[in-house]
């Protein structure tokens, strides 16, 4: 029986995680688990576009990604509407729009689960139950949230 490899998508502090001394041994630990080829990394155009300002250390390290181990994802009016409906819903403020919006593209890509250093939109109780509230109103599954001391 084959085992299921977990899709993860990841927002761009696990990215810059890496760089960061506070937060590199887990994110590059969750990296290591993509190129070992038992986690598939969801990587979003939403992401790529938030790098593209990043100081040059963070941007080689999605570039030192397997690309056998990526699967990307791109916004589309699905995940637009879903990150606007959890505007609308107060989940997050309109400053926030970009969480918003990574949050709508792992749920529209039917990710097993969301890993982010975000703890303050993102991994925190009241965003989670949140973000899967409209989830679960607008007709997608509940989608986990984790920060990668949880996964790795």
């Given amino acids: 029986m084959s085992k299921h490899v977990q899709r993860i998508y990841v927002d761009t502090s696990v990215i810059g995680g890496c760089c960061d001394e506070e937060f590199a041994a887990e994110s ?3 990296l290591d688990l993509v190129a070992n080829g038992n986690v598939i990394l969801l990587i979003s155009d939403l992401m790529t576009a938030e790098l593209l300002t990043a100081p ?6 999605i570039v030192a990604i397997p690309p ?3 699967e990307e994802v791109r ?14 819903a107060g989940v997050v403020g309109p400053a926030h729009i970009n969480d918003a919006h ?12 969301i890993v982010s250093w975000n703890f303050k939109h ?13 989830n679960l109103r ?15």
């Fill in 28 to 30: 590059r630990q969750l």
């Fill in 56 to 61: 040059l250390p963070v941007q080689r390290v």
């Fill in 68 to 70: 056998a181990g990526v």
């Fill in 75 to 88: 916004a589309s009016d699905e995940s637009r509407a879903l990150r606007d409906a959890y505007l609308a």
């Fill in 102 to 113: 990574h949050v709508a593209l792992a749920t529209v890509a039917r990710a097993d689960m």
């Fill in 122 to 134: 993102i991994v925190h109780y009241d965003k989670i139950r949140g973000f899967n509230a409209v």
């Fill in 138 to 152: 607008e007709g997608y599954g509940a989608i986990a949230i984790y920060s990668p001391l949880e996964v790795v």
